[in-house]
């Protein structure tokens, strides 16, 4: 079963994502800011992590880099996608 790893710091946003794909056969695991997500990430090591890039505190793009950084090749060793409900457009 893969294991997903989704960061988000709307709460419904997250769980609802986790009910969907938890239908679909993935194992999900949510947490609600960068700091966690990281720890998880060194712990767990998710097949696939989903993250906000706009949160309080550390960005996605922030635990994107973080990750990468923790890598040898600069890369996370898990696919990462970013995603964000943030409309205001400048």
């Not at 960061?7 to 056969?25: C, H, M, R």
């Not at 767990?44 to 989903?50: E, Q, S, T, V, Y």
């Amino acid at each position: 079963m893969k294991s997903l790893l989704i960061v988000d710091d709307e709460v419904e946003i997250a769980n609802s994502l986790k009910e969907y794909l938890s239908e679909k056969g993935f194992n999900v695991h949510t947490c609600n800011a960068a700091d966690e997500a990281y720890k998880f990430y060194q712990e767990k090591n998710p097949d696939l992590i989903l993250s906000d890039i706009k949160m309080p505190g550390r960005s996605g793009l922030e635990l994107f880099s973080q990750c990468a950084k923790s890598s040898p090749t600069q890369v996370p060793k898990v696919p990462f996608v970013l995603m964000t409900s943030y409309t205001d457009i400048i």
